[in-house]
């Protein structure tokens, strides 16, 4: 069978106040182009379809559409809730989705058998995929007690309940002459970030070894890092990566997805098909007169400007570079925090104080000063 695992759509996601819906349109066009070209048996997203657990009517449209369009190339389509989507919202949806033929996981049920899905493709082959959504540490316990297993107990980790809950799911992948696999929507242990995760998300209190997952699975499809990598672990798995480069920390990713060729008597065979990017992010540097003389970059950019602060800069560097959305003093400008003695609060006035600040980051500008007066009279008044 062949499967195209991808994840981490991030559909309505903004970047510093830029829409980037039509971004969305281009990238996900590509994916289903990628699943027309390859004639997939079954298509995962594997979480974070949405960038927010509120998605607006454009995103939720552009979303069903997508897993619509995929469904239609003849693949089986299962879709799972990742951290940013509201599971719930998600399961509201699986009416719309079973009627089209979708499988959709937002949340983790009370029977586990939801979690089990079962199919054949048109050649025969038979294939069975545990999908598990993204579960917080409190519902993490929740679930482990929902299924009945053993007691939960206090001391034991995040990774302990992903276990045992993989555990439960996988507990059927023995049978020699069906395709065994896995999705879910986590972070294992050694695995390398893609630069636009949410922090809470990624700690090691969230990560969970490669060996919660079964060495009888052929393979584990992986949401939530955003770079396309293999993990190194008791059977294949993989995360297929973000197919658009979420925020600036991404810029270095190349967007694809993964697809799967495997069979029940064979190992799974990987490989990355490249999605054309969209709009590309951009980080470049310089002087006011060095930007000046850039050739205006493709994409949207990050600016880091070799200029003292003062006021008006930001504008002066949009005036030159309309597509910057970020703009930062460059680093090896600032200061680093501490290097001088800090100054007494006590019986000092907000003026002083903002004064110092000013002076300990080499803030020489006037101009700031007075804003700043201005704002105080206008809080004070």
Request: hydrophobic share 40%; charged share 25%.
């Amino acid at each position: 069978m062949k499967i195209l695992h991808t994840s981490d759509w991030h559909v309505g996601k903004v970047l510093k106040g830029q829409s980037r819906a039509d971004e969305h349109k281009q990238v996900l066009a590509g994916v289903i182009d990628v699943a027309r070209a390859e004639r997939p048996d079954l298509v995962i997203v594997a979480g974070d379809l949405y960038d927010t657990a509120a998605p607006t009517p454009e995103a939720t449209r552009l979303v069903t559409r997508a897993l619509t369009a995929l469904r239609r190339t003849g693949a089986d389509v299962v879709a799972i809730g990742g951290n940013h989507d509201n599971g719930q919202a998600l399961d509201a949806l699986r009416p719309w989705a079973e009627a089209a033929g979708i499988t959709l996981r937002g949340g983790v049920r009370d029977n586990p058998d939801e979690h089990v899905v079962d199919g054949t493709t048109a050649g025969g082959e038979r294939w069975r995929l545990a999908a598990l959504p993204f579960l917080s540490q409190r519902y993490a316990v929740r679930a482990v007690e929902m299924y009945e297993l053993t007691a939960a107990e206090a001391n034991q980790t995040y990774a302990d309940h992903l276990g045992r809950l993989l555990g439960r799911l996988t507990e059927g992948f023995t049978e020699p002459d069906r395709v065994h696999l896995v999705t879910a929507h986590l972070t294992v242990v050694g695995a390398a970030t893609g630069g636009g995760e949410r922090d809470a998300h990624t700690v090691l209190g969230y990560a969970v070894p490669a060996t919660v997952f079964p060495g009888t699975a052929h393979y584990v499809a992986l949401g939530h890092l955003h770079r396309s990598q293999r993990v190194n672990g008791p059977c294949p798995i993989r995360y297929s990566g973000s197919p658009l480069a979420v925020d600036f920390g991404e810029q270095e990713n190349v967007p694809s997805v993964t697809v799967v060729e495997v069979t029940a008597t064979t190992a799974a065979r990987v490989r990355e098909v490249p999605v054309p990017a969209a709009v590309p992010l951009r980080t470049v540097r310089g002087t006011l007169a060095q930007l000046a003389e850039l050739a205006p970059p493709d994409g949207w950019l990050r600016v880091y400007v070799r200029e003292q602060p003062r006021a008006g800069l930001r504008e002066e560097v949009q005036e030159l570079l309309p597509r910057a959305l970020e703009i930062r003093i460059d680093p090896e400008l600032v200061p680093a925090p501490g290097g001088g003695a800090r100054a007494q609060r006590a019986g000092r006035s907000p003026r002083e104080l903002f004064a110092d600040y000013l002076d300990s980051r080499g803030h020489a500008d006037d101009g700031v000063r007075e804003l700043f007066d201005e704002l105080l009279e206008e809080v004070d008044g």
